[in-house]
């Protein structure tokens, strides 16, 4: 058996004192709030991360082909959706990939009461669309039902659109589209819905794609993009790049006119994805001042229990004990602190983080943060990976704090009180 660790199991932390040493309290609580303050900086910024990507992902394709020539005039910068599956189709290599896929026209309307109006964005979809998750956040009503034919005039409008103009389920209202000149359609209101993604609820209504193209005099293939939506979606870019290629190849096969472009998700929605990015850099600033704190507390706890003991360390000197060995007793000594200080942080960091998960104590404004709650993610590879950072930067700091052994002299020692 090791010695060095056989003779630091032996000793106590404390000394020869009978209460806790107040310098190792303070340096134990220390370490704790560091590890709780690390375990839920990483739970916080995964679950905000995971929440506002997952909902961007659910009401934004995977994949949006469009017109190439969408940025010269929006008006004419038409994507034909039979000819996009007729292309992923003949290919074959690409539709298993895929979930779901509708053909979406959007367009700019006026939505009037009488007593206020409010500029919005009709998103017409088919039958293809996949309106589970607008369907989960239906706050009253349902979803629209939606057809090939121009009698569905069903619509779902967000919260913040119905509270401003005070609408309501079954209600209808007057929509306003304004091209060359104004047309106008009475929508009924099948469902209000609130994903507290504020750009997505104060602007847009969903409701039938045949809308659309009968207000623009669209045949029934015609509209603005091809949504896509992949079974998995680890790869967007890749996927994006193969779907890109297909429709080129396709193009060039059949010698259409037609020029596709492929964008992902990220790139619609790049303010989202930049301001998630920089989340990330505040968890990387915020775990290094922990370690930070925490390899301080350490040191300072390291050089208690060395003044402790240290006609301890005389004798061991005097005995033929190298430095090198004392060192090693004091490094197993203070990692048992290092060690209850984990355990126990651990215990409080994980509780409040799934106290948090659970019970949504902690509430936010749905306007500024995209949800009502502060949103918990617990990741075990990333707590596994905390822990072993946490030991192998304490232990690096031991090492070096333990030098001072080596400066210890066992004549002073024998007359140190």
Do not use: C
């Amino acid at each position: 058996m090791n010695h060095e660790l056989y003779i630091a199991r032996r000793m106590s932390l404390n000394g020869k004192r009978q209460k806790g040493s107040p310098s190792l309290t303070v340096a134990l609580v220390g370490i704790v709030l560091a590890v709780v303050v690390m375990i839920l900086s990483i739970a916080i910024v995964m679950g905000f991360k995971g929440e506002i990507s997952g909902k961007i992902m659910h009401l934004d394709a995977h994949l949006r082909v469009t017109n190439a020539a969408l940025g010269i005039d929006d008006n004419y910068a038409t994507v034909n959706g039979r000819e996009v599956r007729e292309a992923i189709a003949e290919n074959g290599t690409f539709d298993p990939l895929i979930e779901s896929i509708s053909l979406v026209a959007d367009k700019s309307a006026i939505l009037k009461t009488d007593q206020d109006f409010m500029g919005i964005i009709m998103r017409g979809v088919d039958d293809g669309y996949d309106w589970r998750y607008l369907k989960s956040r239906m706050v009253e009503g349902t979803t629209p039902v939606v057809s090939d034919t121009a009698s569905s005039q069903q619509i779902a409008i967000g919260k913040t659109v119905a509270d401003r103009l005070q609408l309501h389920a079954g209600d209808k209202v007057m929509t306003y589209f304004i091209d060359d000149k104004i047309k106008a359609r009475n929508l009924e209101i099948a469902g209000v819905f609130e994903t507290d993604l504020d750009a997505f609820d104060a602007a847009y209504i969903v409701g039938s794609i045949s809308t659309v193209q009968g207000v623009n005099d669209w045949n029934g293939d015609t509209g603005t993009q091809v949504a896509i939506n992949l079974k998995n979606t680890d790869n967007l870019d890749a996927d994006a790049y193969s779907l890109y290629t297909l429709l080129a190849e396709n193009t060039l096969k059949h010698e259409s006119h037609n020029l596709f472009f492929v964008s992902t998700t990220q790139q619609n929605n790049l303010p989202f994805f930049a301001w998630l990015q920089m989340l990330d850099m505040n968890v990387v600033i915020i775990l290094t001042l922990m370690m930070v704190v925490a390899a301080f507390t350490l040191i300072s706890a390291m050089l208690m229990i060395v003044l402790e003991r240290i006609r301890v360390i005389g004798n061991f000197k005097a005995l033929g004990a190298t430095n090198g060995s004392i060192r090693r007793i004091f490094i197993y000594l203070t990692g048992k602190l290092i060690l209850k200080a984990l355990l126990i942080g651990n215990i409080i960091g994980i509780g409040l983080a799934l106290l948090q998960k659970y019970g949504h104590i902690v509430r936010l404004d749905p306007t500024a943060y995209y949800m009502p709650y502060v949103p918990i993610h617990l990741s075990i590879p990333a707590l596994v990976l905390l822990n072993v950072g946490i030991i192998v930067v304490s232990y690096l700091t031991l090492l070096g704090a333990s030098h001072i052994i080596s400066t210890i002299k066992p004549t002073a020692t024998m007359r140190f009180e």
